[in-house]
C-alpha cells in the first residue's frame, strides 16, 4: 500500500498499519522529500517489533508504483473554527492534479480519500481518475460511526464492539445516525433498558450525535490535528481491501440511486467493502424522518461540489 501526504494523518495511518501487519510493503509519498524521508526512516526502526514488512518512500511519485491501496491524505489542514467544506477549493484542486499521476504509476490500485471534505474529492477523484466503479471511494463516516458506538457504549455499560449503529450522509455537519437499525447487543435501542433503568431517549440520541459533529473541532482546538482514531478507521478499511473481507462499512461512494440520490454525489451508507472496492449502497431500512435528513445532506454535498466545479446532480 502507499499513503499520499506524510503528515500527522498519513504517517499514523502508517503506523497502523505497521503494527496490525495489514501490507508487507508500505511506501509514503510526498512532495516535502526531506518530511517524507525522515518518516520513513523512523518507521524503519521499528521494523523489529511488527509483523514482517518493508517501508520506503520520498518525494518521487515513483513510490507508490505497482501499490494495490493507495490512501490520499495529502492537502490542507483543518484549521480551528474551520468547516471540513471550508477546505473544499483547496484540496480540490490538490486532487484534480495528483489522482491522474497516482492512476498513471498504479493503475491497478483502489484509491481511498481521506483528505476532506471527503465526499466532496471522492466524486472529483473518480471523475478524473476514470476507473471502474469502487475502485475510488472515501472514507467516509467509519470513524464517525465509531464516535458514536463509543459514547453509545459508554452510556449504556456495554461493550463497544456490542453496539451497532451507522452514521450515513456527510462526514460533516449534515451526516445522520440511522437509529431505526440501531441495535445493543441484538436489542433494538428503542426497547434498550439496562439493570439500572438507563434508556437511550431521543433527547439523548440527538445530544449523541451532535458530540459526534463537534468532536473533531474538540480535538483540533485541543492538540492541532485528529489523527489516531483516524488512521485505526482507515487501517480497518485497507485491511478489508487488501484481505478482500467484505466487510460492511459506512464508506463515501456514489449513491445508485438510492433515496432519490442520483449523479456524482458521494456520501456514506453501508457497503461492501473487498478487493474490488467499494459496493453499491446495501438496501437499508430507513424510516421517512432519515430518509429526508439524508437527502438534505445530499444537497449540503452537491452545493459545494458546484462551487468546485462540479455538475450538481439530481435528487
Given at each position: 500500500?502507499?499513503?499520499?501526504?506524510?503528515?500527522?494523518?498519513?504517517?499514523?495511518?502508517?503506523?497502523?498499519?505497521?503494527?496490525?501487519?495489514?501490507?508487507?510493503?508500505?511506501?509514503?509519498?510526498?512532495?516535502?522529500?526531506?518530511?517524507?524521508?525522515?518518516?520513513?526512516?523512523?518507521?524503519?526502526?521499528?521494523?523489529?517489533?511488527?509483523?514482517?514488512?518493508?517501508?520506503?518512500?520520498?518525494?518521487?511519485i515513483?513510490?507508490?508504483?505497482?501499490a494495490?491501496?493507495?490512501?490520499v491524505?495529502?492537502g490542507?489542514?483543518?484549521?480551528?473554527?474551520?468547516?471540513?467544506?471550508d477546505?473544499a477549493?483547496?484540496?480540490?484542486?490538490?486532487?484534480?492534479?495528483?489522482?491522474?499521476?497516482?492512476?498513471?504509476?498504479?493503475?491497478?490500485?483502489?484509491?481511498?480519500?481521506?483528505t476532506?471534505?471527503?465526499d466532496?474529492?471522492?466524486?472529483?477523484?473518480?471523475?478524473?481518475?476514470?476507473?471502474?466503479?469502487?475502485?475510488?471511494?472515501?472514507?467516509?463516516?467509519?470513524?464517525?460511526?465509531?464516535?458514536?458506538?463509543?459514547?453509545?457504549?459508554?452510556h449504556?455499560?456495554?461493550a463497544?464492539?456490542?453496539?451497532?449503529?451507522?452514521?450515513?450522509g456527510?462526514?460533516?455537519?449534515?451526516?445522520?445516525a440511522?437509529?431505526?437499525?440501531?441495535?445493543?447487543?441484538?436489542?433494538?435501542?428503542?426497547?434498550?433498558?439496562?439493570?439500572?433503568?438507563?434508556?437511550?431517549?431521543?433527547?439523548?440520541?440527538?445530544?449523541?450525535?451532535?458530540?459526534?459533529?463537534?468532536?473533531?473541532?474538540?480535538?483540533?482546538?485541543?492538540?492541532?490535528?485528529?489523527?489516531?482514531?483516524?488512521g485505526?478507521a482507515?487501517?480497518?478499511?485497507?485491511?478489508?481491501?487488501?484481505?478482500?473481507?467484505?466487510?460492511?462499512?459506512p464508506?463515501?461512494?456514489?449513491?445508485?440511486?438510492?433515496?432519490?440520490?442520483?449523479?456524482?454525489?458521494?456520501?456514506?451508507m453501508?457497503?461492501?467493502?473487498?478487493r474490488?472496492?467499494?459496493?453499491?449502497?446495501l438496501?437499508?431500512?430507513?424510516?421517512?424522518?432519515?430518509?429526508?435528513?439524508?437527502?438534505?445532506?445530499?444537497?449540503?454535498?452537491g452545493?459545494?461540489?458546484?462551487?468546485?466545479?462540479?455538475?450538481?446532480?439530481?435528487?
Open positions: 500500500m502507499a499513503v499520499v501526504g506524510a503528515g500527522s494523518v498519513g504517517t499514523t495511518i502508517a503506523y497502523a498499519c505497521m503494527l496490525r501487519g495489514a501490507a508487507a510493503r508500505l511506501s509514503i509519498y510526498d512532495i516535502a522529500a526531506a518530511k517524507a524521508d525522515a518518516e520513513v526512516l523512523d518507521l524503519r526502526h521499528g521494523l523489529e517489533f511488527v509483523p514482517s514488512a518493508s517501508v520506503d518512500g520520498g518525494g518521487d515513483e513510490v507508490c508504483r505497482g494495490d491501496v493507495i490512501v491524505t495529502a490542507a489542514k483543518q484549521k480551528p473554527g474551520q468547516s471540513r467544506l477546505l477549493a483547496t484540496n480540490a484542486a490538490i486532487c484534480r492534479s495528483m489522482i491522474p499521476k497516482l492512476v498513471e504509476v498504479a493503475p491497478e490500485a483502489v484509491i481511498l480519500l481521506v476532506n471534505p471527503v466532496v474529492l471522492t466524486s472529483i477523484a473518480i471523475e478524473v481518475a476514470e476507473l471502474p466503479p469502487g475502485r475510488v471511494f472515501g472514507s467516509g463516516t467509519v470513524l464517525d460511526s465509531s464516535r458514536l458506538r463509543v459514547l453509545l457504549a459508554h449504556c455499560g456495554v463497544v464492539p456490542n453496539v451497532h449503529v451507522h452514521i450515513v456527510e462526514h460533516g455537519d449534515s451526516e445522520l440511522l437509529w431505526s437499525g440501531a441495535t445493543l447487543g441484538g436489542i433494538a435501542v428503542h426497547d434498550w433498558m439496562s439493570s439500572d433503568g438507563t434508556t437511550v431517549s431521543n433527547a439523548l440520541r440527538d445530544a449523541l450525535v451532535d458530540d459526534v459533529r463537534t468532536s473533531a473541532q474538540q480535538i483540533i482546538a485541543g492538540k492541532g490535528a485528529t489523527n489516531w482514531a483516524v485505526l482507515a487501517t480497518r478499511i485497507i485491511e478489508a481491501v487488501l484481505h478482500d473481507q467484505h466487510r460492511v462499512l464508506v463515501s461512494a456514489p449513491m445508485d440511486g438510492y433515496a432519490g440520490i442520483t449523479g456524482p454525489i458521494c456520501l456514506s453501508p457497503r461492501i467493502v473487498g474490488a472496492g467499494a459496493g453499491a449502497p438496501p437499508t431500512y430507513i424510516d421517512a424522518g432519515e430518509r429526508a435528513a439524508l437527502v438534505s445532506s445530499a444537497k449540503a454535498v452545493g459545494v461540489l458546484t462551487s468546485v466545479g462540479a455538475d450538481r446532480p439530481s435528487d
